[in-house]
């Protein structure tokens, strides 16, 4: 899939106005990227691709019963700002948390936020400080092993919610060594952006 294809792709999925503001989104990472390293330099010119896109499709496999999203190490917004974007317009009871440590991200997920006219609350913290959040979904992104991100998610989880995490091509290996000490329900959703990588869902998270 190319950039074009890509970008065509979301287009076809949300809104003029909500992609209206995925451009605009693009265009304030763009102009930030020079002073704060949001993303790896060599995707920035796949970003509608590697980024947008590859966040957008995790929307998809929210229940439509969660009112509640946090999203760990949110970085340059993906995939946790992405969604609240498009969830603004289609599903606007959704509160999403981005949880980001670095100073510097937080300000521009936050001043990103204002001018896309997404309400967001941003964390400018590290994600083992963030008090417990009764969520109903938990997501993240190249963040850490699954083994790890169970544990950090664990005390965000509402009764029945679930993880959204997206794994590369070691996931297989990754979810064999969590499930060592977790138990998890899984759903293994291959990505639309990427052959290697994965969407794991997992529900009835708990350590054994």
């Known amino acids: 899939m190319t950039e074009d294809d890509a970008k065509a792709a979301l287009a076809a999925r949300v809104s003029r106005e909500t992609f209206e503001r995925l451009e605009l989104y693009a265009q304030l ?9 949001l993303v790896s330099p060599t995707t920035l010119s796949q970003l509608w691709l590697r980024h947008m896109l590859d966040s957008a499709q995790i929307l998809d ?3 439509e019963t969660a009112t509640r999203w946090i999203d760990f190490g949110s970085g340059g917004g993906f995939p946790g700002l992405v969604c609240a974007a498009i969830a603004a317009e289609r599903r606007p009871e959704l509160q ?3 949880v980001e440590s670095d100073l510097r991200k937080g300000a521009f997920l936050r001043e990103t936020a204002r001018q896309m006219g997404v309400n967001v609350g941003v964390l400018t ?3 083992e400080d963030a008090r417990p959040s009764n969520s109903d979904i938990v997501s993240a992104r190249a963040l850490a092993p699954l083994a790890t991100l169970c544990g950090y998610a664990v005390p965000h989880l509402s009764p029945g919610g679930i993880c959204l995490f997206q794994k590369g091509a070691r996931h297989a290996e990754e979810l064999e060594t ?4 977790w138990h998890m329900d899984v759903t293994t959703v291959p990505s639309i952006t990427d052959a290697d990588a994965v969407l794991l869902k997992l529900e009835n998270l708990r350590h054994v």
Do not use: C
Request: glycine letters at 4%.
């Open 61 to 63: 496999h929210a229940p």
């Open 125 to 127: 913290r590290r994600v």
């Open 29 to 37: 990472l763009t102009k930030w990227q020079g002073a704060i390293n």
């Open 178 to 181: 969590a499930r060592r000490d």
């Open 96 to 98: 999403v948390t981005l």
